[in-house]
């Protein structure tokens, strides 16, 4: 067993000892490079589901009957199950073993995107989606601990870095991949592709993956801590996905986010006294943890409530079939999955203060950039904003993790990986909230006067408000039979009222975005990430 020292959750050094094998290691079993090789590939399996059951859902709904609450429970079923769950997943690998927890989590999702595949209700899809979910989370922050145990520090940004293009690329073949399956063999398909993804994945664990476990690791669970954390991260995930259709002043929303921060108190109080705490508070004492964690959270926002825009603007604007739209957006997941890499061994050379800094002001400026796209913006344009957003989303994804899983004790690698996907979480959902209420209220005030202007024919109320609703994902509401003028200018109201939505949006994303790179100042290299494998020679 090899001696290492880390920090604990009050800041004092002490020894860690980590067992199984040491990190000079002979053969494949335990290899840095064939255990990223193996992690990528389960994490390929997850995130491909990410965008791949987008394109799938008109299919599903049409041939399960579902109404449009139950297309949108397959997706929000997923993210409500997976948001909560991450972090108590972390501390299921941090007690168990990463090994074991991520080949449960490979087994489990593949298992249950069979099952979504041989469903016969969208009441199964739903249920099993949400069992996707559990598993997703068993599967994510162990993936972390993994590469975080295996690798010296020299090398973990560039396993991260490849872990991000990995991430990337996958991204980005969801809405290609999904398009052509769905057109030419069936909506089951999508997931049915989980099933030898997820076996390769499950062989190449098995033979490859070692398992490594702090001597100072948790020996039991805070039963009371996880129940805290899940119904506050329950409430504000729900309260965030509900916000749209309640309204933010309702007082369903307001009482779901009420009860989030009186559990999330609950959480910081209990956890202050319990022996074996869920999330040591004592973490958070590491300024550049907590700076990562709040930069994943601003990135997220930023990025994925910005991107929920940008596939209604190509496929309801621009008229793209949902590959179309997925080619038109491999400027910005290509740049996503070169400059990964590269800002992984520009994190090694100079830190990542710098590369932080630097990437979240290209994303402003592409944020920026994006606000002045139009109806009829070419291809050209779109795609250097595009890829100016990806080059500067690269160093954050790969950053920001480093900072946050190299900064806590190795037997904290768990949490921590946990801790970054639930940031990325929660981001993600309070900008596709947030940018979406922005959107709302832009085509609230501006759509009826725009139609007026273009002297159209008077709606009643209910007709405005059902219009609102399409113009909102850029739906021009074109009655059927209507003449071709008229639909013309029904069209260009629509399409130009959305598009001032977007850029309201998308200039509050750029905002965002300066506030992330203000914040990347305070982050730096992990001072634990030596505690992993140490000095391995790879």
Request: one cysteine or more.
């Amino acid at each position: 067993m090899t001696s290492q020292i880390t920090t604990d959750d009050r800041g004092e050094q002490v020894p860690v000892k980590e067992t199984g094998p040491g990190p000079h290691r002979s053969g494949l079993r335990g290899h840095p490079w064939l255990t990223l090789f193996a992690v990528a590939i389960g994490v390929m399996m997850v995130t491909l589901d990410g965008t791949i059951v987008a394109v799938a859902n008109p299919a599903i709904q049409q041939h399960l009957d579902a109404s449009l609450a139950d297309v949108q429970w397959i997706t929000n079923g997923y993210l409500l199950a997976l948001a909560v769950s991450l972090i108590t997943a972390g501390k299921l690998g941090d007690r168990f073993g990463h090994r074991q927890t991520f080949l449960i989590g490979i087994a489990g999702f593949a298992a249950a995107s069979a099952a979504i595949g041989l469903s016969s209700g969208v009441q199964y899809v739903i249920a099993f989606r949400v069992a996707q979910g559990l598993f997703g989370a068993l599967l994510m922050p162990a993936a972390l601990g993994l590469l975080r145990a295996t690798f010296p520090a020299e090398k973990l940004n560039m396993a991260i870095g490849i872990w991000g293009m990995v991430i990337g690329a996958s991204t980005a073949a969801g809405p290609i991949v999904g398009g052509l399956l769905v057109e030419n063999v069936n909506w089951q398909s999508v997931f049915f592709i989980n099933l030898p993804v997820g076996i390769i994945a499950l062989a190449f664990g098995l033979f490859i993956l070692v398992d490594h476990r702090a001597e100072n690791a948790p020996k039991s669970f805070d039963a009371v801590g996880i129940l805290l954390l899940s119904a506050a991260m329950f409430s504000l995930i729900w309260a965030l996905i509900k916000a749209s259709e309640w309204g933010w002043g309702d007082t369903r929303t307001i009482l779901f986010l009420i009860a989030s921060v009186v559990c999330f108190v609950l959480f910081a109080v209990w956890e202050s006294k319990v022996a074996e705490p869920l999330i040591p508070l004592g973490m958070f004492r590491s300024v550049p943890l907590s700076a990562g964690t709040v930069l994943m959270v601003l990135m997220a926002f930023a990025f994925m409530g910005g991107l929920f825009f940008v596939t209604f603007y190509l496929q309801n604007v621009h008229g793209m079939s949902p590959v179309d739209s997925g080619l038109h957006l491999l400027p910005l997941t290509g740049m996503m999955i070169i400059g990964s890499p590269l800002a992984g061994a520009a994190i090694t050379a100079v830190g990542p203060r710098i590369p932080l800094v630097t990437g979240m002001v290209a994303t402003a400026v592409a944020c920026f950039g994006m606000s002045a796209l139009t109806p009829g913006t070419g291809t050209l344009e779109m795609s250097l904003w595009f890829a100016l957003l990806g080059v500067g989303l690269a160093p954050v994804m790969v950053g920001a993790t480093e900072v946050i899983v190299g900064n806590a004790p190795l037997e904290l690698s768990g949490v921590a990986g946990g801790l970054q996907q639930a940031a990325m979480q929660v981001g993600g959902s309070l900008g596709t909230a947030v940018l979406g209420a922005v959107m709302a209220t832009t085509v609230g005030n501006s759509f009826g006067d725009n139609w007026e202007q273009a002297k159209l024919p008077p709606l009643t109320p209910e007709q405005l408000d059902l219009a609102e609703k399409g113009v909102q994902v850029g739906i021009a509401p074109v009655p059927p039979q209507a003449p071709a003028p008229v639909a013309e200018a029904i069209t260009k109201v629509a399409h130009d009222t959305f598009v001032s939505g977007m850029s309201t949006a998308f200039t509050v994303a750029g905002c965002v975005a300066v506030l992330a790179a203000v914040v990347a100042c305070f982050t730096k290299r992990g001072e634990n990430a030596a505690a992993g494998a140490g000095a391995a020679h790879v």
